[in-house]
């Protein structure tokens, strides 16, 4: 891999490209929260502290390090503080308790934990700390209940405080292992995704480039920062890039625009369910009253990314990645085709294939695959799990798991996860397809289709839906606008409004839950209404 262009990424690693952007403009605002700023020196310093103060707590490079934190300030220094460590940064969900709690510390071999006092319960609820575990550190004062065990506490300030003493970095590479991240865990336990410090900034500059970003973008991310969208996609991005970022503590449809208008953003980042749940807000005079150009979002069914872009004017870019191997696939600002994914990235290779690992011709439903085209930019395998690593490769090629097709013009779309692809009547039904169908009818705010026992064989769809109005929401009007937009067999036979979807830790709605729920005394069924669909003749 060529020096130079190593150097110009920071080395390759994120603590490196933080270190660059800090040499090259050091009062540049590089994080603002709540009222305070951070300059690039004052980050890239504050990531020095923390990385001083966890290798004079005993802690060695290589050694695993969990961030178990809200959105704050102090987040980005520690994660870039484990980084210059030397160490393995394990972003864990804020929700985690108990078994799940306990499993990502004890799976990742985490040594050390950074957490807050709000969040002490969860920890001190566990009856058995993993063996692992030495370590705790504590922002905002410890709390009432401490741990059990043998374990050694500290005050986030005291770590801070280690600084002072005279501590050696190591030396960082591009191909060391920088993060343990884990997977939604839709069908069974999460998988540990072993990062290298490279791919983070790959996708970094990618979504820079892609995105148009310049020192003078502020970029505004709501999403909890344990979550690649806000890390990498919002945060490492505008570090890349010399740009600021607005970090929020969390969404909120209500007071989203007053907060982007607040902090001066000209970007934001969104999970799919932000849009609709945005578009759903009273009208205002004040849409378009912001500084807001560009979306980098999840694929929208284009009639809501339309409605979007020209309700409150902005430009959303789609893209298109797994933990596994970033983001790979962009839609591009200038010739991009609504409805699709876009185009590769200039480090990807993707290409769609059957089931015997052929390559298909345009226009045909297959397996999206990916290769990098560079080392160390996908993931190394899952932690302690090479089993489900080589389940993942066949032909040199891994597999997404997601099934899509590419046009004449390079333009990938997605139609359907494998394992959610429905049949019905002999026909292949897309549940994304039937998603955006039902996300069109006023009130239904989120929407899934999953397959459900047919007597007949094969499957019937059942629509899970979030609404607006549970207790008013009429499911037999929906049923005829499904039949009036969809073909036939595409028609859900079974209507469920649920208070809030299964989700995995991403925000994933986790439709194997929905499946496994099936049809339950509160499912509304057309054919018990006396309802068919229309056929056409």
Same mark, same amino acid.
């Given at each position: 891999?060529?020096?130079?262009?190593?150097?110009?990424?920071?080395?390759?690693?994120?603590?490196?490209?933080?270190?660059?952007?800090?040499?090259?403009?050091?009062?540049?605002?590089?994080?603002?929260?709540? &009222?305070?700023?951070?300059?690039?020196?004052?980050?890239?310093? &504050?990531?020095?502290?923390?990385?001083?103060?966890?290798?004079?707590?005993? =802690?060695?490079?290589?050694?695993?390090?969990?961030?178990?934190?809200?959105?704050?300030?102090?987040?980005?220094?520690?994660?870039?503080?484990?980084?210059?460590?030397?160490?393995?940064?394990?972003?864990?969900?804020?929700?985690?308790?108990?078994?799940?709690?306990?499993?990502?510390?004890?799976?990742?071999?985490?040594?050390?934990?950074?957490?807050?006092?709000?969040?002490?319960?969860?920890?001190?609820d566990l009856t058995v700390l993993p063996s692992n575990l030495a370590h705790v550190v504590y922002l905002g004062g410890q709390p009432e209940r401490l741990p059990r065990g043998d374990i050694a506490t500290y005050a986030w300030d005291d770590v801070i405080a280690k600084s002072e003493v005279q501590?050696?970095?190591?030396?960082?590479?591009?191909?060391?292992?920088?993060?343990?991240?884990?997977?939604?865990?839709?069908?069974?336990?999460?998988?540990?995704?072993?990062?290298?410090? =490279?791919?983070?900034?790959?996708?970094?500059? %990618?979504?820079?480039?892609?995105?148009?970003?310049?020192?003078?973008?502020?970029? +505004?991310?709501?999403?909890?920062?344990?979550?690649?969208?806000?890390?990498?996609?919002?945060?490492?991005?505008?570090? +890349?890039?010399?740009?600021?970022?607005?970090?929020?503590?969390?969404?909120?449809?209500?007071?989203?625009?007053? %907060?982007?208008?607040?902090?001066?953003?000209?970007?934001?980042?969104?999970?799919?369910?932000?849009?609709?749940?945005?578009?759903?807000?009273?009208?205002?005079?004040?849409?378009?009253?912001?500084?807001?150009?560009?979306?980098?979002?999840?694929?929208?069914?284009?009639?809501?990314?339309?409605?979007? *872009?020209?309700?409150?004017?902005?430009?959303?870019?789609?893209?298109?990645?797994?933990?596994?191997?970033?983001?790979?696939?962009?839609?591009?600002?200038? &010739?991009?085709?609504?409805?699709?994914?876009?185009?590769?990235?200039?480090?990807?290779?993707?290409?769609?294939?059957?089931?015997?690992?052929?390559?298909?011709?345009?226009?045909?439903?297959?397996?999206?695959?990916?290769?990098?085209?560079?080392?160390?930019?996908? $993931?190394?395998? +899952?932690?302690?799990?090479?089993?489900?690593?080589?389940?993942?490769?066949?032909?040199?090629?891994?597999?997404?798991?997601?099934?899509?097709?590419?046009?004449?013009?390079? $333009?990938?779309?997605?139609?359907?996860?494998?394992?959610?692809?429905?049949?019905?009547?002999?026909?292949?039904?897309?549940?994304?397809?039937? *998603?955006?169908?039902?996300?069109?009818?006023?009130?239904?705010? *989120?929407?899934?289709?999953?397959?459900?026992?047919?007597?007949?064989?094969?499957?019937?769809?059942?629509?899970?839906? %979030?609404?607006?109005?549970?207790?008013?929401f009429d499911l037999e009007a929906l049923f005829r606008h499904c039949d009036s937009t969809m073909p036939h067999f595409m028609v859900p036979r079974y209507y469920k409004i649920a208070v809030s979807m299964p989700r995995t830790p991403t925000g994933k709605i986790r439709k194997v839950a929905l499946r496994e729920d099936g049809v339950a005394d509160d499912t509304w069924d057309a054919h018990a209404a006396g309802l068919r669909t229309t056929r056409n003749l």
């Amino acid at each position: 891999m060529n020096k130079n262009y190593l150097r110009d990424l920071g080395g390759g690693t994120s603590s490196g490209l933080l270190a660059t952007r800090a040499n090259y403009a050091p009062d540049h605002p590089a994080v603002a929260f709540e &009222g305070t700023e951070l300059t690039y020196r004052e980050l890239d310093d &504050g990531a020095s502290s923390v990385a001083a103060g966890l290798l004079t707590m005993g =802690l060695r490079p290589g050694d695993a390090v969990s961030v178990f934190l809200s959105n704050r300030l102090e987040y980005l220094p520690a994660v870039f503080g484990i980084s210059r460590a030397g160490m393995r940064y394990v972003p864990v969900n804020t929700a985690f308790k108990g078994s799940f709690l306990e499993y990502a510390l004890d799976h990742s071999d985490s040594r050390a934990l950074i957490t807050e006092s709000r969040l002490g319960d969860p920890l001190a609820d566990l009856t058995v700390l993993p063996s692992n575990l030495a370590h705790v550190v504590y922002l905002g004062g410890q709390p009432e209940r401490l741990p059990r065990g043998d374990i050694a506490t500290y005050a986030w300030d005291d770590v801070i405080a280690k600084s002072e003493v005279q501590v050696d970095f190591p030396e960082l590479r591009p191909d060391d292992i920088s993060a343990i991240t884990y997977t939604s865990g839709t069908t069974g336990r999460s998988k540990g995704v072993l990062a290298p410090a =490279l791919q983070g900034v790959i996708m970094a500059r %990618e979504t820079a480039a892609v995105m148009d970003t310049t020192t003078r973008d502020r970029l +505004y991310t709501c999403l909890p920062l344990f979550h690649g969208a806000a890390m990498t996609a919002a945060c490492m991005h505008a570090i +890349y890039a010399g740009a600021t970022i607005c970090l929020s503590p969390k969404f909120s449809a209500s007071r989203f625009w007053d %907060e982007i208008r607040d902090s001066g953003a000209t970007q934001f980042n969104a999970l799919g369910s932000m849009i609709p749940m945005l578009l759903a807000q009273p009208p205002s005079d004040r849409d378009r009253e912001h500084d807001v150009e560009r979306v980098f979002a999840a694929p929208a069914p284009p009639e809501i990314l339309h409605r979007f *872009e020209a309700r409150f004017g902005v430009h959303i870019v789609e893209g298109y990645g797994v933990s596994e191997i970033k983001n790979v696939i962009y839609n591009p600002l200038v &010739g991009r085709k609504v409805g699709s994914l876009g185009l590769p990235t200039p480090s990807s290779i993707i290409q769609i294939h059957d089931d015997l690992g052929e390559q298909v011709s345009p226009g045909e439903v297959g397996e999206i695959v990916y290769r990098p085209k560079m080392a160390h930019i996908m $993931f190394k395998g +899952y932690h302690k799990d090479p089993e489900a690593t080589l389940a993942t490769m066949d032909d040199l090629w891994w597999h997404t798991g997601d099934l899509g097709y590419v046009d004449h013009d390079g $333009f990938f779309y997605f139609t359907d996860r494998k394992k959610d692809a429905l049949r019905r009547r002999g026909e292949n039904i897309s549940s994304q397809e039937v *998603e955006a169908a039902l996300m069109l009818y006023p009130g239904v705010h *989120e929407a899934a289709a999953v397959a459900v026992h047919s007597d007949l064989g094969e499957d019937e769809v059942m629509a899970v839906l %979030e609404v607006s109005d549970p207790h008013g929401f009429d499911l037999e009007a929906l049923f005829r606008h499904c039949d009036s937009t969809m073909p036939h067999f595409m028609v859900p036979r079974y209507y469920k409004i649920a208070v809030s979807m299964p989700r995995t830790p991403t925000g994933k709605i986790r439709k194997v839950a929905l499946r496994e729920d099936g049809v339950a005394d509160d499912t509304w069924d057309a054919h018990a209404a006396g309802l068919r669909t229309t056929r056409n003749l």
